[in-house]
């Protein structure tokens, strides 16, 4: 069982801590916007795709079905997104931004880039490339254990 001066447990600790202090952040600054993290996070990945099924919102965002349609129902109501039928399969929904949901990420956008930049002026560019290749190989990793673990769980039962 590892220990606080274990150093792979002292990492962990200290990337749920920085974890903390970036969303908590996030939140404040996207309060300003009158937008959740979610929901940015949601109009961040319609921005990139263009639309995007309920289904493959919820792979981007981490989360299950019951909070994405959640997600989704508050950001159709105040008319960030619209929801509408596959023409050629009825039981297939698109989702896109709407203008004022577009027009509202991009200026949240804006004030949040400048912000993520004021975050890692601590680091030179240099350190920032080192930390990049560091936290998308271990990032990689992760991912690749959550593949195996959720792969192993769909394998019928004999």
């Known amino acids: 069982m590892p220990t606080d001066d274990h150093p792979a447990y002292n990492l962990y600790t200290l990337f749920k801590e920085i974890f ?37 919102l919820r792979t981007l965002l981490l989360c299950d079905k019951a909070n994405v349609t959640r997600l989704l129902d508050g950001m159709e109501r105040d008319g960030l997104v619209k929801r509408t039928q596959d023409k050629s399969d009825g039981r297939r929904t698109h989702i896109t931004p709407s203008p004022d949901g577009e027009k509202l990420w ?14 890692f002026e601590c680091l030179s560019l240099e350190e920032q490339q080192t930390l990049r290749e560091l936290l998308a190989r271990l990032k990689a990793t992760l991912q690749q254990q959550l593949d195996s673990t959720q792969a192993g769980r769909a394998r019928p039962s004999r």
């Open 20 to 56: 903390l202090l970036l969303d908590n952040s996030d939140r404040r600054l996207l309060q300003s916007f009158d937008l959740s993290t979610a929901r940015f996070n949601a109009l961040s990945h319609l921005a990139k795709h263009g639309d995007l099924s309920p289904s493959d």
């Open 106 to 119: 991009h200026e949240a956008k804006q004030t949040h880039s400048t912000y993520i930049s004021s975050r």
